[in-house]
């Protein structure tokens, strides 16, 4: 059994630690107490320093073909049911009765600006282990698609759609309720995001 002051000259005391060394990077000096640990946080935000991996999803928003489809069909419904309202009983009982396109016109300006509000509220991302797909303006929903449970995903594209180049992405799951559908996608990312999913999928379901 070792006597003695470890801090007496030519007294060998407790080895320290090299890793401990070279964490502080320092060979004099006390020890770095709670305000440079306080600090060196501060800098490493201040530097922009990345986040950790897995807090916030990283969201992909729809292109805004989507949105120009849908405004086109709202002009074209509302604007002719808006200037039927207002001709004909205008040309048959007179200038006062056209007042009848007011309110379709009405109808027609607030669809134009929720259809817009509606869109940018979609949006999905591809996690480790799952699918996140968020949308709803009033009511906001967010469904979450484990990439074990998926049992089909396929593209589709109907005859609107594919005038405009846009695909949807629907996804199958074992229960109804985590069913999901993607729509007005680029086709190109439809196809790499059902291969994507569809291969994410067969190597959840194998266990990989």
Do not use: C
Not at 33 to 39: F, L, R, S, V, Y
Not at 122 to 132: N, V
């Amino acid at each position: 059994m070792e006597t003695g002051n470890p801090h007496d000259t030519g007294t060998a005391g407790p080895e320290q630690p090299a890793e401990a060394t070279a964490t502080t990077g320092t060979t004099t000096g006390p020890t770095a107490g709670p305000a440079a640990t306080t600090e060196a946080v501060e800098l490493a935000v201040l530097s922009g320093a990345p986040a950790a991996p897995g807090d916030e999803p990283k969201w992909i928003a729809l292109p805004p073909g989507l949105l120009k489809v849908r405004r086109l069909m709202l002009v074209l419904w509302l604007g002719l049911l808006t200037l039927a309202a207002g001709l004909v009983p205008g040309l048959l009982a007179g200038p006062r009765w056209a007042a009848f396109a007011l309110p379709p016109l009405a109808l027609l300006v607030w669809g134009w600006v929720m259809l817009e509000r509606n869109w940018r509220s979609w949006r999905y991302a591809e996690r480790s282990d799952d699918l996140l797909i968020s949308r709803g303006v009033l009511w906001r929903q967010e469904t979450v698609v484990p990439y074990g449970r998926m049992q089909l995903v396929e593209v589709t594209s109907g005859p609107v759609e594919r005038h405009f180049g846009l695909a949807s992405v629907q996804l199958h799951t074992a229960a109804a309720a985590t069913d999901a559908t993607i729509p007005g996608l680029v086709p190109a990312e439809a196809e790499r995001l059902r291969d994507r999913l569809t291969e994410l999928g067969e190597a959840r379901s194998a266990g990989l």
